[in-house]
């Protein structure tokens, strides 16, 4: 079985930093993406950024420039550095690990941690 536990929720003005941090343990496959998504209130949930086991990144259009995703594959941790924040990356925060190749992984989730960003 697989558990991703998250932390670093909190709460910070616009404009300022916040750093998530996400561990994963259990039956870890060497080739994975790791994640971040994030779900606003009545919104969908949405891909913030994933960097795969080989170190390639993918992120958001709104959160290019500002946010840095990272990973420590010997600890099976993902980082998340959040800068320049604005009121609208206010949401709950979740840990993704696709784990296993593309086409052939399962999908396992973090219980979710809050950012709210005040203007």
């Known amino acids: 079985q697989v558990q991703l536990v998250e932390s670093g929720r909190g709460l910070v003005q616009a404009g300022g930093s916040l750093s998530l941090s996400c561990s994963a343990s259990?039956?870890?496959?060497?080739?994975?993406?790791m994640g971040w998504y994030r779900q606003a209130p009545g919104k969908q949930r949405e891909l913030v950024a994933e960097i795969t086991s080989g170190g390639s990144t993918n992120y958001a259009d709104s959160v290019k420039g500002r946010f840095t995703i990272s990973r420590d594959n010997a600890k099976n941790t993902v980082y998340l550095q959040m800068s320049s924040l604005k009121p609208e990356d206010t949401a709950v925060y979740y840990c993704?690990?696709?784990?296993?190749?593309?086409?052939?992984?399962?999908?396992?989730w973090g219980q979710g941690t809050q950012v709210t960003v005040s203007s």
């Open positions: 259990g039956n870890i496959f060497s080739i994975n993406r």
């Open positions: 993704n690990l696709k784990n296993g190749p593309i086409r052939e992984y399962d999908d396992y």
